[in-house]
């Protein structure tokens, strides 16, 4: 992992900026945002609506993707409710987990023992989100924006 500084964005207004940007405006304008902090996610903004918006940092990936630890990554997304109770649980705590220091193998381990007590949700029927945003950077392959 490289030092947390890299992961993080000074500019709180700009994180929020880029987080709203995953969606359509009619949307991520009444959505919770929620922001990286030193130990995980925070919340930013309050929802109005039950959608929520962020920028996912590399480690929302797979642990077996080649860039998990690339502190360049920046993926706005914005959730409705079912994927806010379902799939972003998972980014929250494997956010948690990396900031807490543990290795993939350790995440991994945690992935299956909380999936294996239902102590992570599954995906939720009609869970779905919204990645429009041409600001982001998806990885060293694709570079910013939308790949075409």
């Not at 920046?74 to 409710?81: K, Q, T, V």
Request: with cysteine; aromatic share 8%.
């Amino acid at each position: 992992m490289a030092p947390l500084e890299q992961y993080l964005i000074a500019d709180r207004n700009a994180e929020i900026a880029l987080a709203r940007s995953g969606g359509p405006e009619s949307i991520s304008h009444d959505a919770e945002v929620l922001v990286l902090g030193r130990h995980g996610y925070e919340s930013a903004v309050k929802s109005k609506n039950g959608f929520v918006c962020m920028v996912q940092r590399s480690w929302a990936a797979g642990i077996e993707e080649a860039e998990f630890w690339n502190p360049k990554l920046r993926a706005p997304i914005c959730f409705n409710a079912a994927a806010a109770r379902s799939y972003l649980q998972l980014i929250v705590k494997k956010a948690e987990w990396v900031l807490a220091g543990q290795s993939k193998a350790q995440i991994a381990e945690s992935l299956k023992a909380g999936f294996d007590k239902k102590e992570l949700p599954a995906m939720e029927p009609g869970a779905m989100c919204y990645m429009l945003s041409k600001q982001g950077y998806l990885s060293d392959r694709d570079g910013a924006g939308i790949p075409t």
